[in-house]
């Protein structure tokens, strides 16, 4: 075992500006006692910090364990000292994780009439962990005037105005479930697209019970409001499809069953529009459904709760097992619990609120 820290340490400031201590803590075996080093530095200066380390590392060699190294799988050039015992996929480095990133993004640029645009606007889980707006991503087609919204959590109008954007921007909106982070913000838009004069009609499409649950959240926020604008709201029962409207640029909307509730209904969704086909989970416990129906897609969003399993939701541990099996072009991450926002090393990329990617 070999460990090297460097931690902040605020009480030492020596007035070159913050503080940190750099410590080599070294166990070469189990029933000897840890080689251990430490020294004070400013927190700016990388070429001392970079120095000691190098001297600490020399002066124990003999003793410290032979690291076992492995090389990014594409460059070659980067090291991954935990790899191996970690039994973690393949090793890449961020170097060459951005790389690919990019190229990807610039390979699928859409042409004029083709390829999809999608923005994340809420990916957060129902607490608002790490600060983050609940569920709410937008996607338009290339070319078509009118976008949809996968889930509306509450504040998702708002998100949609810092993006420039306003319920006007919408033909569709599909909901996953009647959980309040998901369709919490439907109100909001229809009061909204009421005070915009909304001339055409916005379909909803939503799992059973969708015009009950949408009636009683409207009828508790705004009493007595009646809508002024054509809401045309399709209830979707697993395996059956929808279509989108055609300012939204045709295709469809299928839903299959989500692992969520056991009492009540809850969808996940796969898009067909313009061109491309996106699969989103909505909340589901891990579904070997959602790895078949996303092979060969070109989006698949997925929740990712916590690290490790919490029922009705999938973990990415869960993930990561399956990682092989999963061949969506693209995997992002959303619904991210507090641990999952602060891990390094994860499967698949993690959206975040503000991210926009074209697929
Ligand atoms: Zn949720
Ligand atoms: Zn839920």
């Known amino acids: 075992m070999l460990e090297i820290r460097i931690l902040a340490d605020p009480d030492e400031d020596d007035g070159s500006g913050r503080t ?45 364990p032979a690291p076992a190294l492995v090389c990014c799988r594409r460059c070659e050039r980067a090291f991954d000292p935990g790899a191996e015992s970690e039994r973690r ?36 889980d129902a607490f608002g962990s790490g600060g983050k707006r609940q ?107 929808a279509d989108l409207p055609a300012a939204v640029g045709g295709g469809f909307a299928r839903a299959f069953a989500a692992r969520h509730q056991p009492e009540a209904w809850a969808l996940s969704w796969k898009l067909g529009l313009g061109g491309r086909t996106v699969v989103y989970s909505g909340d589901t416990g891990f579904s070997e459904e959602l790895i078949s129906e996303s092979a060969g ?7 990712c709760t916590s690290l490790e399993g919490l029922p009705g939701h999938t973990s990415h541990e869960e993930l990561q097992a399956a990682a092989s099996r999963i061949a969506a072009r693209r995997v992002l991450l959303v619904h991210t619990g507090e641990d999952v926002l602060g891990a390094a090393d994860l499967a698949f990329e993690r959206a975040h609120d503000g991210l926009r990617v074209v697929v």
């Not at 961020?94 to 859409?110: G, I, K, L, M, W």
């Not at 897609?297 to 929740?303: N, Q, V």
């Open 20 to 64: 940190v201590e750099v410590r080599l803590l070294a166990r070469p075996r189990a029933d000897e006692d840890p080689l251990e080093d430490s020294r004070l530095f400013a927190a700016g200066d990388r070429d001392r910090i970079v120095a000691f380390v190098a001297e600490m590392l020399e002066r124990h060699a003999s003793r410290l």
């Open 89 to 124: 996929r393949p090793f890449v480095c961020r170097t060459c994780q951005r790389t690919a990133a990019r190229n990807s993004r610039a390979a699928a640029a859409p042409g004029p009439g083709e390829g999809l645009e999608v923005r994340f606007l809420g990916t957060g």
């Open 135 to 241: 569920a709410a991503i937008f996607v338009r087609a290339a070319g078509s005037r009118l976008g949809l919204l996968l889930d509306a959590g509450p504040g998702c109008h708002a998100a949609l105005r810092a993006e420039g954007l306003t319920s006007d921007d919408l033909g569709a909106v599909v909901l996953s479930h009647f959980h309040g982070d998901h369709y919490g913000g439907v109100p909001f838009l229809e009061l909204d697209a009421m005070k915009n004069g909304r001339a055409e009609p916005l379909r909803i499409l939503a799992p059973p019970g969708a015009e009950e649950c949408l009636a009683t959240l409207r009828e508790c926020l705004y009493r007595n409001l009646p809508l002024r604008f054509d809401e045309e709201v399709r209830e979707t029962l697993p395996g059956e499809a």
């Open 297 to 303: 897609a070109d989006l698949l969003i997925h929740e």
